[in-house]
Every structure is written in structure tokens, then in C-alpha cells.
């Protein structure tokens, strides 16, 4: 009786030995596969990335895989060679027998818009610029990376499998484009977004002017260019072409960030030529120039230099000066005199392009971002406020080289003239933005 229960008992600890070992196996298979899985997984997120990357770049600029200048209209296997490539660099393994070439069953490519919202699949055809309405400005990568198993064999799991996935979008150059006055309100815009009007005279465009809403050009107005609109073209002023286009961002020329002291513009000035103030000023003919660096708020000679402030600036006199004036306010210039203003732009990048005048982040849509009122201006360089009204006049004369950016523009004077200058504009390279 006691040799049966002991053998038993021997019976049900092997049993219960063996349940453990599986268990014991079970564990071992998970931390060892699962940390090979962690390896694999962070291999596929690196082919992810660089498929992306690289699949935006094709869009912008798919040398060498095709001649097109851009990588719209370029064959999509182009596109998914270009991309299959750069996935495979990164241990990714190939389904079709021919790494490098347009067919893997481990990757799988899509289009975005700039957004980084998929639009559709990388098909066999011919890359699109556009899906429906949205613009291709992106590219989705999705990786599958296989891997045999270690451990997990044992309990029927040979291969294992992880996946990633990754988003890039590429940014054009930024400049003008060709505008000589850009007005880039949309949704709840005011009528008359963009607005040119003559005063006696015949006034002159000579360049090409948009708007994301409507324009309104006076009969005394003539634009020597294009006429761009969205919404509604008004007035009875003559364009050498009219079209109604689509919307086009506002470009993101500068950060009103950047200008700050210790910032990537301000250390590109010279210390003794640029101005911080930490209020409200008023620039006029006479006084004292403003100490280089740091100053309060009040009244000061306006000199040749960048004046950074943090609040409204207001300009009195005319006179020829060589400025650029930076801020988070607004920005009012006026004369009551019959004065005569020439401004200048003295900001310019390193490389010699752009040459910013006048840039006001406010959203001053009523009396103005940026106004300017004189019996006669002249001026040069770029006009910039994305979130506010640009409204300039000129009672007698009007005269500018440059352009005007501006979320609504209000533009009016006798003997009106402006001329594009591509040199008032900043250039940026393509941009690449990656995101998981």
C-alpha cells in the first residue's frame, strides 16, 4: 500500500516537474525572442524611416532613379524601387528574388497630403500631383521584417514577425513665388481680401497678385501680370490675366523668435546696428539714436538698423532710411506734412536674398498689422504680416520695388506703382519632416 502511494506521489512531481519545465520554456522563449523581436522591431523602424524619407525626396527631386525635375509623373515603380531600396538597406528582407527593385511584399507605400493623412496607395502607374482635391506632399511606409524564432519554436511558433511605420512630408523652397502682393485669408474673411485701388492717375502693378478669398481692382488700377483669386474677382481695373485658382499657404518667411536677442536673425546682424526694446516706441527725424542691444520703451531717432519689439511701433517723418522693423504689435507709419519717406530694407540672409522691410505678427485686421500713410513713399523690400491687414497709401505718390504678404492687403494711391523684386524674398531649401 505505502510503495503504491509513493509511487503515486513520484507520479504527479514528475508531471508537475514537467508542467514547470514548459512553463520555465514558456518564460526563456519570451525574454529571448522577446528582446530579439525589440532588436528586429527598432531594424524596421529604421528601414521605415529612411523608406519615407526617401520616398518624399523622390517627390521633390527623384534623381536618379528618373529625369522628370520633380517626381510627379515619374513611373510609381520608380518611386517604389527608390523607396524598396532604402527599406532593404536596413536588413529588411526581400520577397521577389531582386533586392533594389520596385516589388516587396515586406513594404507597403502610400501617399499623403502635407498632413501626413494618407490619400491612397502607390499603384503601378504614374505619380500623381494630386488625389481628388488634396496635393501628394507626402509618403507612408509600412515595414513587415520576418525573423526566425529561437525558442518559440518549441511550442509551434517558428517565425515571428514585427512591423513599423512611418510618415515623411517634404516642405517646397519658400519665397515669393512670382507675387507681388499675396493676401492669404481664408475661411471667415472680411470682403475685399485683397484690394488695389487707384487715386487719379493710373496705378501699375507689375508683377502677379493673389488671394485665398476675393480682390477688388479699381478702374484706375492695371496689374501686369496674373491675377489669382479663389472666390470672386470685383472691380473693373484691367489684368493682363485673370484665373480663378486654388489656395495656397502663407509662407512662413520668418519667426518674429528668431529676431530676438540670442536668436538665429539677431546673431546675424551687426551688435551695433540692431535694437531690442521691451515696449511700445516711436521712431521720428529727430533725437537720439537708440543704444545697440537692449532698451526700454519711449521715443527715438530713427536710424539705419533692425528694431525688435515687443509691442507697437510708430513712425513719424519721412526722410530716407535703411530699416527693418520686427514686432508682435503693430506697426503705423504716417505723415501729416506732406512729408516724403523712402525705406529701405536692411535685413538680408547671409546668402544676399531677401530683404525684409517691414513684419508684424499681429492679427490686426481692422486698422492695420502694418500701415502706412504718407503724401509720397518709396520703398524697398518685403512687406510681411501673415496674421493682420497690410493697408499702405500714398496721397501722391506710391512707389514700391519688392512685395507684400499680408493676410488682407489694402493697397491705394495716385501715381501707384509697385514692382516685383524676387531679391526682396527669402529662398529656403526643400524641407524634409519626418513623422511615426
Known sequence: MGGRMEGRNRGQALVLIAIAFIGLLALTALALDGSNAYGQRRRAQNGADAGALTGARFLWNPQPWCSNPHGYGCLEASL???????????????????????????IEVFYTDADGNVLGPVGGGFVPAKIGTKEV???RVVVWNPFPAFIAQVIGRANLRVSAEAVAVYQPPVSCNGWAIFAGCTGNCQPNVL??????????????????????????????????????????????TTQQGSYIPMPQFYRYEDFLPGGAKWNQVDSSRRYYFNRSITLQSSGSCPSPGRND??????????????GDVTIRGGGTVTITVVTNGSIKSTSSNNDQAYFRGFYKEPDGKGQLLFFSTSNDTNNGA???????????????????????????????????????VDVSGANFQLTYNENACPTTPPQLFLFR
Open 195 to 240: 484690394k488695389a485701388t487707384g487715386g487719379g492717375q493710373a496705378g501699375v502693378v507689375n508683377g502677379n497678385i493673389h488671394s485665398n478669398a476675393d480682390i477688388n481692382i479699381s478702374q484706375q488700377m492695371y496689374i501686369n501680370g496674373v491675377c489669382d483669386y479663389v472666390t470672386q474677382k470685383k472691380g473693373n481695373g484691367t489684368c493682363q
Open 370 to 408: 502694418i500701415q502706412l500713410s504718407y503724401s509720397r513713399i518709396s520703398w524697398e523690400g518685403l512687406i510681411y504680416a501673415p496674421n493682420g491687414l497690410v493697408n499702405l497709401s500714398g496721397s501722391q505718390g506710391f512707389t514700391g520695388n519688392g512685395a507684400i504678404f499680408g493676410y488682407e
Open 297 to 310: 520703451g519711449g521715443s527715438y531717432k530713427l536710424c539705419d538698423g533692425l528694431y525688435v519689439v515687443d
Open 137 to 139: 506632399k507626402g509618403i
Open 80 to 106: 517604389r524601387q527608390a523607396v524598396n531600396a532604402a527599406v532593404e538597406t536596413h536588413g529588411i528582407p526581400d520577397t521577389s528574388g531582386q533586392p533594389g527593385d520596385a516589388y516587396n511584399n515586406n
